[in-house]
């Protein structure tokens, strides 16, 4: 079955580490995004991809980073430069179709708790 | 910028009929999604507009304005599985803006 995979599904972040989350997903759309929810804030929009080895901040990028090195994966660390990262973090993609923008219709994994030790 | 303007929370009765709004301002508008999130889990795709006017998918519908920068969700026959979060959402050509989300409950 097609769609996409976060893991892991709880994610436990120390002090002054770094941690990095995985995305993978098998529908063959090309662009991808992260978003960060907190209670009661929606969703924020940290980095998106719309092709493969190119990505752009979004909202809220400081304190994290992205690569896409393969169009299946869009892994996101968590830097220590993130002074508050306990949030739920959701990996989404998207089809582009001739005639239509990437961000009509969006497909979420089921999303990753980051929490701090 | 981009900001979204929804109601927090909204309570209905089994069986009833509920619409939630929505308005927005936002540079570069393509068009309103709605989407459906159950606690803990991930937002699934309900609907979107990119024209004027009424968009009907089985008991839910969306509606959107673009003269007044508005959209509705309309949810009908209300069943006690509808009690979710519903956000609407801009699509600004590369990605979507997300409002804060409308907590519904449905009771018996």
């Known amino acids: 079955d097609g769609g996409i995979t976060q893991s892991p599904k709880y994610l436990f972040r120390k002090e002054g580490q770094n941690v990095t989350l995985s995305c993978e997903q098998n529908?063959?759309?090309?662009?991808m995004y992260w978003y960060r929810q907190d209670p009661g804030q929606g969703l924020r929009l940290i980095y998106y991809?719309?092709?493969?080895?190119?990505?752009q901040k979004g909202d809220i990028a400081e304190g994290y980073s992205v690569s896409r090195e393969k169009k299946e994966s869009f892994p996101l660390t968590v830097t220590s430069a993130q002074k508050n990262p306990t949030a739920f973090y959701l990996c989404?993609?998207?089809?582009?179709?001739?005639?239509?923008?990437?961000?009509?219709?969006?497909?979420f994994g089921s999303g990753t708790q980051l929490s701090v030790l | 910028g981009q900001s979204l303007e929804q109601p927090s929370e909204v309570t209905a009765v089994e069986g009833a009929i509920v619409q939630i709004n929505c308005t927005y301002q936002?540079?570069?508008?393509?068009?309103l999604s709605w989407y459906q999130q159950h606690d803990g889990g991930a937002p699934t795709f309900l609907s979107y507009?990119?024209?004027?006017g009424l968009e009907e998918t089985g008991r839910f519908s969306s509606f959107l304005s673009r003269s007044d920068s508005y959209g509705y969700l309309l949810l009908q026959e209300l069943q006690m599985k509808d009690s979710a979060s519903y956000f609407c959402?801009?699509?600004?050509?590369?990605?979507?803006?997300f409002g804060k989300g409308t907590s519904l409950l449905v009771t018996p």
């Open positions: 989404a993609s998207s089809p582009r179709r001739q005639g239509s923008t990437p961000g009509e219709k969006l497909f």
């Open positions: 991809s719309q092709i493969v080895n190119d990505f």
């Open positions: 507009n990119a024209l004027d």
């Open positions: 936002t540079s570069g508008f393509y068009g």
């Open positions: 959402a801009s699509n600004s050509g590369y990605a979507l803006n």
């Open positions: 529908l063959n759309h090309d662009a």
